[in-house]
């Protein structure tokens, strides 16, 4: 069974840092694109973030949509199955439920935001007060 687990949301003033994890079970890690969205309250959820498969057709890098380039970093720690996002810098803007997701499409990540992605973790909520 594969399972994602979000973890790490808290409720922060603006301009301070949280870092979020998502363990991954169930799953051959390397075979699979690894993705981080977000919804706001009223919105729909969007791609923030992401890591294409290694065999995919990308160059490889990770991708940030603009508003959190330069700010939010995704990573993974393959020895334990775990995505990390860390995110500084925060705005009240970036308050959302943070969703960590997985597909095996072999394409570059940032067409799974609209292409959908298969497996979902059930969030975590990030809070930013100004």
């Known amino acids: 069974e594969v399972q994602l687990v979000e973890s790490g949301g808290d409720s922060v003033q603006a301009g301070g840092s949280l870092t979020l994890s998502c363990a991954v079970s169930?799953?051959?890690?390397?075979?699979?694109?690894i993705a981080w969205f977000h919804q706001a309250p009223g919105k729909e959820r969007e791609g923030v973030s992401c890591?294409?498969?290694?065999?995919?057709?990308?160059?490889?890098?990770?991708y940030y949509v603009d508003s959190v380039k330069g700010r939010f970093t995704i990573s993974t720690d393959k020895a334990k199955n775990t995505v990390h996002l860390q995110m500084n810098s925060l705005k009240p803007e970036d308050t959302a439920v943070y969703y960590c997701?997985?597909?095996?499409?072999?394409?570059?990540?940032?067409?799974?935001?609209?292409?959908?992605?298969?497996?979902w973790g059930k969030g975590t909520l990030v809070t930013v007060s100004s």
């Open positions: 997701a997985a597909d095996r499409m072999p394409v570059h990540c940032s067409a799974l935001f609209f292409y959908g992605m298969h497996y």
């Open positions: 169930g799953l051959t890690f390397d075979a699979y694109a």
């Open positions: 890591i294409s498969r290694p065999d995919s057709t990308s160059d490889g890098l990770p």
